[in-house]
């Protein structure tokens, strides 16, 4: 019998509308190597190790009458070919011209006809380099051992592209990633008939899964993650306290079908310097960098900021026990991870850098003691390089709850503080695509790697204009924290 989608992945899966489709992504930017990095290779790599992923050779079909939920099938006519894509910027190949491009496939839904992801390899970048990018449906992270097309590329060694037997079967990668040996025979689709047969014996044997299958097409979001075993408690929890709406924004308006994207760039030792200065953590320097970026940005649209305003964001957080909650976005490989995510109020309005971070850091300490998290410690245990997959782990989180609650998702996890290659392609740069909720224009997704800290600012493309002035103002943001830092003590 094929796999049933959870309640949770489907309700993402009804989520899916033209003006907000349910796909992360993700920017990775490489350097091509004296060996090339081009798209036969990139082919070859993915078709090697696509057998760690089997659910990206597989399709949702729907059962007729919808009389139980989605089920995954084997793609009978699966094309690798179709997934991995090929572009190229037109020169000079500036960075602007890949965050239209982004932009542009961020705005297409994926084929639900297919396996629900694609990759592009994307050529002609200044400088020699050549960018990754990748779009995952959200429904095909199930929330407990997903791993992003993306992640399974990646090694530890520049000579680490996937070696194959004489039979042309993959076997281990130089950096020691296990690959199997993949003779992957598509199971034939089942019929219409089979479908109905088997809804019609799951009702039979729970007749509640009918009742829930019926709802889960209309009813919304929140309650269908609600029932989620292990997300219940602390959403529940989380929605008892959070009584008051959101604050007014502009950033929550009526969004189009189309978007913009942004990147910005900054240093992982500014953020730990300022932590070392003015105690918290790294997380609480993002989120005041964010705050006053934010501030800026009002400002610079004419908007009436006073000391008491404010912007409510949905933060997820990757969280790893004991000896590693201070949500530090320092942390190397992540393994046995949990996401939390928290509803935090960001002092928008207050002028002075280093009170914006005390705000902050008092706002994330409480939530911490208080447990008020939003499906925390029952989403996600990973290993390996997770950004990606947490990521769209985390949005899965915010597009679930109640969207009138906050006014922006701000989602920040951890990578590797080394490099890591892609068939000896060294990665420099790595950028998160945080889709949007509804109603809501800005997107904010970070990742720490290999000493820098990578911001991606999705954004709707008619009322976010000015997105990449967002870009500048967190380095400006940044810039004016570090400004606060003893001399002697910055480094």
Known sequence: MPDRLSALDASF?????????????????????????????????????????????????????????????????????????????????????????????????????????????????????????????????????????????????????????????????????????????????????????????????????????????????ADTVAKVAGVAGGLFSAVRTAVRPAPVSPLNVPISTQRRFAMARTDLEDYRAVRRAHGGTINDVVLAVVSGALRNWLLSRGATVSPTTTMRAMVPLSVRGDAETTGSIAGAALLGNQIASFLVDLPVGEPNPVLRMHHVAHAMREHKESGQSVGANALVRVGGFAPPTLHALGARAANGFARRLFNLVVSNVPGPQHALYAAGARMLEMYPVVPLAKGQSLAVGLTSYDGGVFYGFNADRDSMADVDELGELVTESLAELVATVPKGSAR
């Open 13 to 221: 899966l009804y989520m899916d509308q033209p003006t907000t489709p349910m796909h992360v992504g993700s920017v990775s930017i490489f350097r091509k190597p004296r060996t090339g990095f081009d798209y036969d290779g990139l082919v070859d790599l993915i078709s090697s190790r696509i057998g760690l992923v089997p659910r990206y050779r597989q399709k949702i079909r729907q059962v007729p009458g919808r009389m139980a939920r989605p089920v995954w099938i084997d793609d009978v006519d699966f094309d690798v070919t179709y997934h991995v894509r090929r572009s190229a910027l037109p020169g000079p190949g500036t960075e602007r011209a890949l965050c239209d491009l982004v932009a542009r496939l961020m705005s297409r839904p994926l084929d639900h006809t297919r396996p629900l992801w694609e990759m592009y390899l994307v050529d002609g970048l200044a400088g020699g380099r050549v960018a990754l990018v990748t779009k995952t449906h959200q429904a095909m992270v199930d929330g407990v051992a997903s791993i992003d097309i993306g992640q399974v590329v990646l090694d530890d060694t520049a000579g680490g592209r996937a070696s194959t037997t004489a039979a042309g079967r993959a076997s281990t990668t130089a950096s020691g990633r296990p690959t199997p040996d993949d003779e992957w025979i598509a199971r034939r689709e089942p019929s219409s008939w089979r479908l109905v047969y088997d809804a019609v014996g799951e009702a039979v044997a729970r007749p509640g899964n009918a009742v829930e299958a019926a709802r889960d097409a209309v009813r919304d979001a």
